[in-house]
Structures are given as structure tokens and as C-alpha cells.
């Protein structure tokens, strides 16, 4: 069993920065892949960023240059580094978490809100 527990979510402007974190406890050693997903009122849950226990990384195409995903090397943490957010960026973010030999992200935190203003 794995927790996780996502903070730093708050209102910032358009143009600034702000960093989401995901603290995992319980049994991290079996993380795969941790992911950043969004979903913002009216649609869909869609995926940000993943980042593998090997450090692969991908990007949603919306977000690639903007947003910097990070871990912590005991993959107890990961960080979402929102840089230059826009309205559209407005969504609850949730992390999530993918087990080795199973398919799918089927861990997930609790989710922290983001707005940005313009």
C-alpha cells in the first residue's frame, strides 16, 4: 500500500510560479512510475507529467516547457514546478502512482487545488 499526499497548491498569477509536491509513504519501493494529472471543472482528467524510478520523463504537450517534474532520490517525493501558468493551467492536480507488474496509475492522492488569475 502507498499514500500520497499532495501540498502547495494555492492562486497564483498568470506568468508566475508555484511548486505542487507528492510525499509517498508505505511501500515506495514498489513505484514504477509517479504522475502528475489535472482536471479542471467540465472535463476530463488528463495527464501533465510522469516521471519513472529511472528518471525517465514525459510531458503533455500543453504543459512541455513550462512545467518541471522532479523527484527526490529516495522516490519518496515529486515535485510539480509550475513556471509562467496560465488560466487555462486552473484544475485540481492529483498525483498518482503506478506499480511495477501492474498496469495503470491506480494510486492517488487526495488532489490540491491550483488557480491561476490572469
Known amino acids: 500500500q502507498v499514500q500520497l499526499v499532495e501540498s502547495g497548491g494555492g492562486l497564483v498569477q498568470a506568468g508566475g510560479s508555484l511548486r505542487l509536491s507528492c510525499a509517498a509513504s508505505?511501500?515506495?519501493?514498489?513505484?514504477?512510475?509517479m504522475a502528475w494529472f489535472r482536471q479542471a471543472p467540465g472535463k476530463q482528467r488528463e495527464l501533465v507529467a510522469t516521471i519513472t524510478e529511472s528518471g525517465r520523463i514525459t510531458y503533455a504537450e500543453s504543459v512541455r516547457g513550462r512545467f518541471v517534474i522532479s523527484r527526490t532520490n529516495a522516490n519518496n517525493t515529486i515535485y510539480l514546478q509550475m513556471n509562467s501558468p496560465k488560466p487555462e493551467d486552473t484544475a485540481v492536480f492529483y498525483c498518482?502512482?503506478?506499480?511495477?507488474?501492474?498496469?495503470?496509475?491506480?494510486?492517488w492522492g487526495q488532489g490540491t487545488q491550483v488557480t491561476v488569475s490572469s
Open positions: 508505505g511501500s515506495v519501493s514498489s513505484i514504477e512510475t
Open positions: 498518482a502512482a503506478r506499480f511495477k507488474g501492474r498496469l495503470g496509475f491506480t494510486s
